[in-house]
Structures are given as structure tokens and as C-alpha cells.
């Protein structure tokens, strides 16, 4: 560890990765700390995808798509509460992202979707494995690649300031650090496993589990409001609905099995929402069951879609049935109203008509090919849509709307992007789409 670089970058997740690599193409030199000892953050649990408008794999699969659409879905889906500078251009830079990555051999060839979406646009790998261990693993090699340094085990505590500009910051390993740098990005993710926080902002949600890394604290938030950054949005925090939490650690299940042509059904058997309604809606339907949960009901022709499903089932939280009944008869549903359920949902299916709730995506295979699949999910907190404030350029913004001078943010601890609501496979995009302009305007800064 050298005490001066040109940029710290505060988090080893993926906007992290990506800013430090894009800085460093640009002739930078970069730093990244991370406080935990394992890499990658939250990112490293990202299931779904990444969400993008217009890009070459999606005309691949003959999808054609624009950037307008992508950004009204959003908008719709985040409650019109979406900040539309920051929309605007997340929305006209992920084609842009998705060529940046394939440019980088990290191949998102295939397409899914997600709740809230009307196209497929959540772009993943042909493996079909989850997206966020994928991603991580591939940046990390062009981390490797071109020596930048990264160092775990190194929590930053303070931003250090001179002037009203950012000079570096103050850490922690086994003593105090002080490291001098130009401009700092903070990358350092939510506060979705941040208690604190959470009972200033949310305390309504303390009682739920979190499908977030234990780092997930918020500390980005808290460095830069000491140097007089501005935070929106902090009530806004997104349970997520179908997490499998019957064992100690709460495991998301990811959206691409809804996407895929799962259902969701109720103690009785019974469909009871539009599965790929907004995180927001499914969750409220799930709660509105009064604390029961609900089952992910699904095939083998879905599962074989979605890659993570067989790492659930290895650590034991899916429930198989050689036959519906059988799978009835082991999650204690009654039989006929699991079959007749089913059985209707694969009429709507077929005459692309779901009269019932009025779904209309996920719906390429109906649940008939055995054996037959449940997983028992309940909500749990999943993603702080608040954070600190920035413009388009990822300059951390002050109380005045001014930019503070050498800090700049992407990611999660970004706030304003989602407004009241995040669509699945847009955190991953997030990250990329920020992550690389946060290199960018750091160059400009130090060198326009
Ligand atoms: P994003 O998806 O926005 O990249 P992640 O949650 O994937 O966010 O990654 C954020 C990373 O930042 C996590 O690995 C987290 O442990 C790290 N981090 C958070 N606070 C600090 C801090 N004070 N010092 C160093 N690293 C931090």
C-alpha cells in the first residue's frame, strides 16, 4: 500500500471493479479497499441479470427494443419517483455497458426478465448461471491483469478534505492509514444490513431478515454526509419477495424463475398476485397472506433454465414431487386445488391469457414436464434505493446541489435512480453503467 494514489475506490463490488478498471485504462492509478475479507459485496448475490436497451445480443434473439421504453418501464415501476437526469442516462448508456463487457470477454449472451418489464432485456450468461458471482469473478481477473492493487481487511473511516476538495481518506487495517488521492469514489454499497440505519429510516423493516452481505452497512452514506453531501430517498427500501428463509441464512431466490414461467401459490394451492408485477407488488400480495409465505411452484423445463436452482436444491431448499400430487402432499396443499391451479395457469399459458391476474411475461413454458418443483419464500429486506445524492456524472452532490469537489459515487450507495421501487437485473446495470462513467469523469477531473 502506497500512501498517494490518483483515485481511491471504496468497495471491491461491482461498480467498484468496474471504476477502477475504466481508470485505470485511462492511464489512472487507482486503489481499491475493501473492509471485508471476501471480495465483491452484494454483487457476489446478484441472480437475475443485467438489464439493458437496444444492445446487439438482444437483436441476436431478434428483440427489438429502445431506450424509451426501458426508461418509462422503469419510471412506471419505480413509482415515478425515478430521478430522470440519473434515468436518462442509465437507460441510454447500458447497450454502451453491454459492448464494454463483451469488449472485456464477459459475455452476457442470453436474455431473460424480470417483474415490471414488458420485453426481455436482462441480459446473463449463456451458462445461465447467476450473474453477480460471474461478474465478479471475470472483473477481478482484469484486476489481476493489470496489477491494480486491492487490498481486504481495510475499512475507511474518514474522507479527508482540504479547501472543500477531497484529498484521500483515513482507514483502518491493524492501525490507522491515512492515503492521499485526488478524488475518492465511494462504491461501498446499501445499508440493507445496516441496523442502524434501518431503525432511523425504516424501522418498520427491523424485524424482517436481510438477504445482504453482512458489509452492507452503509458507510459510504456516512463518510460522505460528514463532508456535507446530501442523501435522498432513504426511506425507500426494497423487500424483496421471494426469499427462502426457513434456514439460518436467508437465500434470495432470483427472479429468473418467476421470469422463467414459475407461479406463486398460497397455502391453498391457489395463485394469488401476477408473479411479475413489481418486487413492491408481489411483496405486498405475499404479506397481505398474513405471515404465511407463499410457494414458488415450477418444472423441470424452467429449472432448466435457471442454473442457481440446482445450488438451492444441493443445500436443501427445494422441495421435489415425481408428480404434482406428490408435490402436493409434501408442502401440505391440498391436492386437487394444487392440480386444478396448475392446470389453469397452463390454459393461460397456452392462449397467452392469464384472465385470472393479468400476467403477460414468463410465459414461454407452461409447469408440466416431472418432476415437479416448490420452494417456500417469504419477503426480506434486499436493496436501499436511497443513498447519496449525485448528477449524471457521478459527483456526489452538496445540500446546494453543488458537487463536492473529488468525491464521486456509483452504485448502491447512489440514491434517486430507482425512485420507490428497483426493477430486478437494474442494480447489476447500475453498477457497470455508473461504475464506468465514475472512472471517466474521476479522469476528467484530474486530467480534462
Ligand atoms: P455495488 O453493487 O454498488 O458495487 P456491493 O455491495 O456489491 O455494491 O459492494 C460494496 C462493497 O463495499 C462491499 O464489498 C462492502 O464490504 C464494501 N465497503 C462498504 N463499506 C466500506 C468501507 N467503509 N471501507 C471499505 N469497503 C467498504
Do not use: C
Amino acid at each position: 500500500l502506497k500512501d498517494n494514489y490518483d483515485v481511491i475506490i471504496i468497495g471491491s463490488g461491482g461498480a467498484g471493479l468496474t471504476s477502477a478498471i475504466q481508470a485505470y485504462e485511462l492511464g489512472l492509478s487507482p486503489v481499491i479497499l475493501e473492509k471485508m475479507d471476501k471480495l465483491g459485496g452484494n454483487t457476489t448475490r446478484a441472480s437475475s441479470g443485467m438489464n439493458a436497451a437496444e444492445t446487439f445480443v438482444q437483436l441476436n434473439h431478434k428483440i427489438v427494443d429502445s431506450f424509451a421504453d426501458f426508461y418509462n418501464e422503469t419510471f412506471v415501476g419505480g413509482g415515478k419517483m425515478n430521478n430522470p437526469e440519473l434515468l436518462k442516462f442509465f437507460t441510454e448508456h447500458g447497450a454502451l455497458a453491454i459492448d464494454w463487457l463483451d469488449q472485456h470477454d464477459i459475455k452476457l449472451d442470453d436474455l431473460t426478465i424480470t417483474g415490471g418489464m414488458k420485453t426481455m432485456r436482462t441480459h446473463r450468461p449463456s451458462s445461465l448461471a447467476p450473474i453477480g458471482g460471474y461478474l465478479v469473478t471475470e472483473l477481478l481477473k482484469y484486476i489481476a491483469k493489470y496489477q491494480i492493487p486491492l487490498f481486504d481487511n481495510i475499512k475507511v473511516t474518514d474522507l479527508l478534505t482540504d479547501n472543500d476538495q477531497i484529498v484521500g481518506v483515513k482507514a483502518f487495517s491493524n492501525r490507522e492509514i491515512k492515503i492521499q488521492a485526488k478524488a475518492v469514489v465511494l462504491a461501498t454499497g446499501g445499508f440493507g444490513a445496516g441496523k442502524d440505519l434501518l431503525a432511523q429510516y425504516r424501522s418498520d423493516l427491523l424485524n424482517l431478515r436481510t438477504t445482504n452481505q453482512p458489509g452492507a452497512t452503509g458507510d459510504g452514506l456516512k463518510l460522505a454526509q460528514k463532508v456535507g453531501a446530501k442523501l435522498v430517498d432513504m426511506d425507500q427500501v426494497q423487500v424483496h419477495p421471494t426469499v427462502q428463509q426457513d434456514t439460518p441464512h436467508a437465500f434470495l431466490i432470483g427472479e429468473a424463475v418467476r421470469g422463467e414461467g414459475a407461479i406463486l401459490v398460497n397455502n391453498s394451492g391457489q395463485r394469488f398476485v401476477n408473479e411479475l408485477d413489481t418486487r413492491k407488488n408481489v411483496t405486498q400480495a405475499i404479506d397481505d397472506l398474513g405471515g404465511t409465505g407463499a410457494y414458488l411452484i415450477f418444472d423441470q423445463s424452467i429449472r432448466n433454465r435457471v442454473k442457481a436452482i440446482e445450488f438451492y436444491d444441493h443445500i436443501g431448499l427445494v422441495e421435489t414431487g415425481q408428480t404434482l400430487s406428490a408435490l402436493a402432499e409434501t408442502i401440505k396443499v391440498d391436492i386437487n386445488s394444487l392440480q386444478s391451479t396448475v392446470n389453469n395457469w397452463n390454459q393461460a399459458v397456452k392462449i397467452k391469457n392469464d384472465q385470472d391476474f393479468g400476467r403477460k411475461t414468463g410465459m414461454e413454458r407452461d409447469i408440466s414436464e416431472a418432476p415437479f418443483f416448490a420452494i417456500h419464500i417469504a419477503p426480506a429486506v434486499h436493496y436501499t434505493m436511497g443513498g447519496v445524492a449525485i448528477n449524471h456524472q457521478t459527483q456526489v452532490l452538496d445540500e446546494a446541489n453543488q458537487p463536492i469537489a473529488g468525491l464521486f459515487a456509483a452504485g448502491e450507495v447512489a440514491g434517486g435512480l430507482h425512485g420507490n421501487n428497483r426493477i430486478g437485473g437494474n442494480s447489476i446495470a447500475e453498477t457497470v453503467v455508473f461504475g464506468r462513467q465514475a472512472g471517466q469523469q474521476v479522469y476528467k477531473y484530474l486530467k480534462g
